[in-house]
């Protein structure tokens, strides 16, 4: 099997097993980690940070984890409803009046957050360069017509989200989404995690790897079919135009797409959704109320998802599964919050795979740890 590093409690041998399993097959640089009660008890890496095999996976190695960011977002509007200062009920247009054109006017934060707002796309062809530009990005979308009335469907938002939930957040605080993520999450918890990030961490950036399935080095995001639900939602990502390539340009890194261009590690993932799992405080710091976390799971909408063609449940931001929440990135990477039992497990990769090929390494690591937790 292949050597992992890192520190793992002896209960949960089964999520290094499995991260060796995944290293040994198929990944090329991952690492994976569970925190319960707050604590780290699995912070486990291994493998290569490149595709030639030259450079060790370190444990301060970083990679794009693509809609897995949503999480880090959605957490940001839940703080930001827990302190008075949004209201998920209200219309978008109370804080972005703008957003109430073209028969939106009775579109909800919440709707936002649930992918039932019908903007699962922007109108005509999308490429990585179009959401480099924010006021360009967010002003179609004001006036774009929703697919359908805001409310009673949901279809996945897989790139759109990030910037109508950040917009609002901007429209709120004054910041834009990833500074206020940095100012007001990851700083005070410690979290190596980045919405946006500068140019001192890029040296220690893992560039992600298209599936061995692509034969041109590289991979288009394309509508998932309906096997690739978002209960193993690597597949999630869909966005014409956008290529694996993309995400490994350093006009990615620096941008703002809080649904989609946040890079960490599996530990900066799970410390920082240990807030959700731990009631809203973790090590002394606290950013929500226990009644602020449970929003979380708040049901906003459960049937067919008009996008992804498969069943889903979306709570306030995230996915709902069974007694957790969560949501996964486009080629693999994943984070599963379990509020009862105050556990946050993640897995964070740079080898991407189908979905049918690679959704066994991420569940894996969750399936792991909930047998070391039983």
Request: aromatic share 8%; net charge negative.
């Amino acid at each position: 099997m292949a050597e992992v590093l890192g520190e793992c409690d002896s209960r949960f041998g089964a999520v290094r097993d499995a991260l060796g399993e995944a290293l040994e097959k198929d990944d090329v640089g991952a690492s994976a980690a569970v925190f319960v009660g707050g604590e780290p008890v699995v912070d486990i890496w291994g493998g290569h940070a490149d595709a030639a095999r030259t450079i060790p996976w370190q444990r301060d190695t970083i990679t794009c984890v693509f809609s897995v960011t949503k999480t880090m977002q959605a957490l940001c509007a839940l703080i930001l409803a827990d302190r008075g200062d949004l209201d998920l009920d209200a219309p978008v247009a109370r804080y972005w009046p703008e957003f109430a054109a073209a028969g939106k006017e009775g579109v909800l934060v919440r709707h936002l957050l649930a992918h039932t707002a019908g903007l699962p796309d922007l109108e005509g062809p999308v490429f990585a360069a179009d959401l480099y530009d924010w006021p360009a990005v967010t002003s179609r979308l004001a006036a774009q017509e929703p697919m359908w009335e805001p409310g009673t469907k949901a279809g996945y938002h897989s790139l759109t989200q990030g910037f109508v939930v950040g917009e609002v957040i901007r429209r709120v605080t004054g910041r834009a989404a990833g500074a206020f993520f940095a100012d007001e999450v990851a700083g005070p918890l410690g979290a190596d995690f980045h919405i946006g990030l500068s140019a001192e961490h890029d040296h220690r950036v893992a560039p992600l790897i298209a599936p061995p399935s692509s034969p041109s080095g590289d991979w288009v995001a394309s509508a998932p079919s309906a096997d690739e639900a978002p209960g193993a939602a690597q597949g999630a990502d869909a966005g014409a135009g956008i290529r694996v390539s993309d995400a490994n340009s350093l006009a990615w890194r620096r941008a703002q797409i809080p649904s989609a261009s946040g890079f960490g590690n599996a530990r900066s993932v799970a410390a920082v959704q240990s807030v959700l799992a731990c009631g809203g405080t973790v090590r002394g710091t606290r950013l929500l109320s226990p009644a602020g976390c449970e929003v979380a799971r708040r049901e906003q909408f459960r049937g067919v998802d008009q996008i992804l063609g498969s069943s889903a449940r979306y709570g306030m931001g995230y996915g709902i599964f069974d007694r957790s929440v969560g949501w996964g990135g486009w080629g693999g990477s994943l984070v599963i919050v379990d509020l009862d039992a105050r556990m946050a497990v993640s897995y964070v990769m740079n080898q991407m795979l189908d979905q049918s090929e690679g959704s066994y390494r991420g569940l894996g690591i969750v399936i792991a740890a909930y047998e070391g937790l039983n």
